[in-house]
């Protein structure tokens, strides 16, 4: 059941031009706080309080504040209590020409909002500045004194009072009080002699420390003090103390700021680098070593799932992966398997166990396939279970087949849900002791597929550059354009060294004899090993474009006009145009004379 809290979040996304749909139990919105082109906010009831969840991370403060909302307006109970808030104080933060930025506005019961100076509630981009700006880059500039005090109410209580502020001294504040300093403000204090005034509590203190560590690069000196009486600098002045009877608590900050800090970590030094003896790599396939977490992409149909069930066998019996490649030893795998059926994958195995002579005792202890279970990473509960379960089988291999299903991610080029995706939820299960090894499946992009030339592999992964660089390893894998039965495989990246070449590995049935001539129920098998160049012809899909190279191939060394092309082959100038932008042994040549003809030749 919606709450009033859901009704006025949903509201303030609608006002803001976020409109929210209606997604399972919840809604999904473009998310306020970022520049979302996909909807990447959840919002659902959680009783008595709206959930906002924004999976490219921004946090709840900025959701609501981009909203012109504050974290009270999540809870139900607030509805009332925010229909009858009354404002008591707006406070107007201005840029160095005094040009107002926007307000910080005070209501009682006790809450504080932010607006900009038309009113309007979302702040989202505006520049955040020092409270009396103007003021305090004055004083700053003529050595003067500027007192950092927790809140716009302290601030004004001492620029107001005729005997305090004389124009030597002023008093400023950051929006959002304790816990909200930036770095970027202590540049406006430079030259200053600085005076935080710490509010005698645990979140002001801690707040002193962060102002004091920030502002001593850049102050001509600074210090802390407290209010002799009562919590803050008006409490200080309205029992009537003066500015000397404030209590230096400098020593006391630093200490405090230094005892809180970690402690610095180990390094290694040159000796131990020089001198240790460290393992040789343990390479399970060619640019995959234990430790790795490594994608495998490729296209529908190029039998990616095959490939993960055939390795994944032979490191849980011990046997040569492929048939070609030794292991040392057995490995327990698992295998999360969420795009086919159970039934299918469970013939898949069967087929292969007959094809590779694995009997049941061979991986009775090593071998376990996790279907279709409806794991999804961005459900915490989930992925505990999947760390509870690689850590309950002691698995030192696990293939996640595949990330469109299992990730969440609903745009596989959103660049920072990509990163999230490894670093929030599979670079965690490195944690499991016993893990040695982590395969990603993925599909390609298929709208790449359509275009002329694919000398470039990687172009072919969704996302590319962002999987690339959150793996250690990447493989392709491909048809072969010419025999059904072989893929390409080939290393997009490697850790470290160089990339191994490309190899062939064929697919064999009960209708194609293995190359002893023996019948193979089922098998993948390496084949050989291949030039790049040699990959890259293997799968190159034949296109319009190679029609027109071909057609100028076979009548080299003839030129044409792009008519006599088109009526030649049926094809369109476009095609012409870009078969010459990929294929460089095109040339075109314009006669002398006649600067109106244009000439194709190879």
């Given at each position: 059941?919606?709450?009033p809290?859901l009704?006025?979040?949903?509201?303030a996304?609608?006002a803001?031009?976020?409109?929210?749909?209606?997604?399972?139990?919840?809604?999904m919105?473009?998310?306020p706080?970022h520049?979302?082109?996909?909807?990447?906010?959840?919002?659902s009831?959680?009783?008595?309080?709206?959930?906002?969840c924004?999976?490219?991370?921004?946090?709840?403060?900025?959701?609501?504040?981009?909203?012109?909302?504050?974290?009270?307006?999540?809870?139900?109970?607030?509805?009332?209590?925010?229909?009858?808030?009354?404002?008591?104080?707006?406070?107007?933060?201005r840029?160095?020409s005094?040009v107002?930025?926007?307000?910080?506005?005070?209501?009682?019961?006790?809450?504080?909002?932010?607006?900009?100076?038309?009113?309007?509630?979302?702040?989202?981009?505006?520049?955040?500045?020092l409270?009396?700006l103007?003021?305090?880059l004055?004083?700053?500039?003529?050595?003067g004194?500027v007192?950092v005090?927790?809140?716009?109410?302290?601030?004004?209580?001492?620029?107001?009072?005729?005997?305090?502020?004389?124009?030597s001294i002023?008093?400023?504040?950051n929006?959002?009080?304790a816990?909200?300093?930036?770095?970027?403000?202590?540049?406006?204090?430079?030259?200053?002699?600085?005076?935080?005034?710490?509010d005698?509590?645990?979140?002001?203190?801690?707040?002193?420390?962060?102002?004091l560590r920030?502002?001593?690069?850049y102050?001509?000196s600074?210090?802390?003090?407290?209010?002799?009486?009562?919590?803050?600098?008006?409490?200080?002045l309205?029992?009537?103390?003066?500015?000397?009877?404030?209590?230096n608590?400098?020593?006391?900050?630093?200490?405090?700021?230094?005892?809180?800090?970690?402690?610095?970590?180990?390094?290694?030094?040159?000796?131990?680098i020089?001198?240790?003896?460290?393992?040789?790599?343990?390479?399970l396939?060619?640019?995959?070593?234990?430790?790795?977490?490594?994608?495998?992409?490729?296209?529908?149909?190029s039998?990616?799932?095959?490939?993960?069930?055939?390795?994944?066998?032979?490191l849980?019996?011990?046997?040569p992966i492929?048939?070609?490649?030794e292991?040392?030893?057995?490995?327990r795998?698992?295998m999360l398997?969420?795009?086919?059926?159970?039934?299918?994958?469970?013939?898949?195995?069967?087929r292969?166990?007959?094809?590779?002579?694995?009997?049941?005792?061979?991986?009775q202890?090593t071998?376990h396939v996790?279907?279709?279970?409806?794991?999804?990473?961005?459900?915490p509960?989930a992925?505990?279970?999947?760390?509870?379960?690689?850590?309950?089988?002691k698995?030192?291999?696990?293939?996640?087949?595949?990330?469109?299903?299992?990730?969440?991610?609903?745009?596989?080029?959103?660049?920072?849900?990509?990163?999230?995706?490894y670093?929030?939820r599979?670079?965690?299960?490195?944690?499991?002791?016993?893990?040695?090894?982590i395969?990603?499946?993925?599909?390609?992009?298929?709208?790449?597929?359509?275009?002329?030339?694919?000398?470039?592999?990687?172009?072919?992964v969704?996302?590319?550059?962002?999987?690339?660089?959150?793996?250690?390893?990447?493989?392709?894998?491909?048809?072969?354009?010419?025999e059904?039965?072989?893929?390409?495989v080939?290393?997009?990246?490697?850790?470290?060294?160089?990339?191994?070449?490309?190899?062939?590995?064929?697919?064999?049935?009960?209708?194609?004899?293995?190359?002893d001539?023996?019948?193979?129920?089922f098998?993948?098998?390496?084949r050989?090993?291949?030039?790049?160049?040699?990959?890259?012809e293997?799968?190159?899909?034949?296109?319009k474009?190679?029609?027109?190279v071909?057609?100028?191939?076979?009548?080299?060394?003839?030129?044409?006009?792009?008519?006599?092309?088109?009526?030649a082959?049926s094809?369109?100038e476009?095609?012409?145009?870009r078969?010459?932008?990929?294929?460089?042994?095109?040339?075109t040549?314009?006669?002398?004379?006649?600067?109106?003809?244009?000439w194709?030749e190879?």
């Amino acid at each position: 059941m919606s709450g009033p809290a859901l009704s006025r979040v949903l509201s303030a996304l609608s006002a803001h031009g976020h409109e929210a749909r209606k997604n399972g139990s919840g809604f999904m919105a473009r998310c306020p706080a970022h520049d979302d082109s996909t909807p990447s906010l959840s919002v659902s009831n959680g009783g008595g309080k709206c959930l906002v969840c924004c999976h490219a991370g921004c946090s709840t403060a900025d959701i609501v504040a981009a909203l012109g909302l504050s974290e009270r307006d999540l809870f139900d109970e607030s509805s009332a209590q925010s229909a009858h808030m009354i404002e008591v104080a707006s406070y107007t933060y201005r840029d160095e020409s005094n040009v107002p930025l926007f307000q910080v506005v005070r209501y009682a019961p006790k809450d504080f909002r932010q607006r900009q100076p038309d009113g309007t509630p979302n702040v989202k981009g505006v520049r955040k500045v020092l409270y009396n700006l103007p003021a305090v880059l004055a004083v700053a500039a003529d050595g003067g004194t500027v007192l950092v005090v927790e809140g716009e109410k302290d601030a004004d209580r001492f620029n107001h009072d005729a005997d305090l502020a004389d124009g030597s001294i002023v008093a400023t504040c950051n929006a959002g009080g304790a816990g909200k300093w930036r770095d970027d403000y202590s540049p406006s204090l430079k030259g200053a002699h600085v005076v935080v005034v710490a509010d005698r509590d645990e979140p002001g203190r801690k707040h002193a420390a962060d102002v004091l560590r920030s502002v001593r690069p850049y102050a001509a000196s600074v210090r802390v003090v407290e209010a002799a009486q009562g919590k803050d600098l008006s409490d200080h002045l309205d029992a009537g103390l003066g500015l000397g009877q404030l209590v230096n608590t400098t020593d006391a900050t630093e200490k405090g700021a230094a005892a809180s800090e970690p402690e610095p970590y180990p390094t290694l030094t040159i000796d131990w680098i020089l001198d240790a003896d460290i393992p040789a790599p343990t390479y399970l396939l060619p640019g995959i070593e234990e430790g790795d977490t490594f994608g495998l992409f490729g296209p529908t149909g190029s039998s990616k799932t095959l490939w993960t069930l055939a390795v994944g066998l032979a490191l849980a019996a011990g046997r040569p992966i492929l048939g070609k490649y030794e292991i040392s030893r057995r490995y327990r795998v698992l295998m999360l398997s969420e795009e086919d059926s159970t039934a299918r994958t469970m013939r898949r195995v069967r087929r292969l166990c007959a094809c590779m002579g694995i009997d049941r005792q061979d991986i009775q202890d090593t071998f376990h396939v996790l279907s279709k279970s409806g794991f999804l990473a961005t459900n915490p509960t989930a992925l505990d279970r999947l760390r509870r379960t690689l850590d309950h089988l002691k698995a030192e291999v696990t293939f996640i087949d595949s990330i469109n299903q299992t990730s969440g991610i609903k745009a596989l080029k959103d660049a920072e849900a990509v990163r999230e995706y490894y670093r929030d939820r599979i670079d965690p299960l490195r944690a499991v002791p016993s893990l040695r090894l982590i395969c990603t499946v993925g599909h390609t992009n298929k709208s790449v597929w359509n275009r002329v030339q694919l000398t470039d592999p990687e172009a072919l992964v969704f996302g590319s550059q962002d999987f690339l660089a959150a793996t250690d390893a990447s493989l392709l894998i491909r048809k072969h354009q010419k025999e059904p039965n072989v893929r390409v495989v080939e290393c997009l990246k490697v850790r470290d060294g160089e990339k191994p070449n490309p190899v062939e590995i064929e697919i064999f049935n009960d209708r194609i004899a293995s190359p002893d001539k023996t019948t193979c129920p089922f098998a993948l098998l390496y084949r050989r090993d291949l030039q790049p160049d040699e990959a890259s012809e293997a799968v190159r899909r034949a296109t319009k474009e190679d029609a027109v190279v071909d057609f100028l191939r076979g009548r080299a060394p003839a030129r044409f006009t792009r008519k006599q092309i088109t009526e030649a082959i049926s094809v369109s100038e476009d095609t012409i145009n870009r078969a010459a932008r990929n294929y460089p042994e095109i040339k075109t040549i314009t006669p002398a004379g006649k600067p109106g003809l244009l000439w194709w030749e190879l």
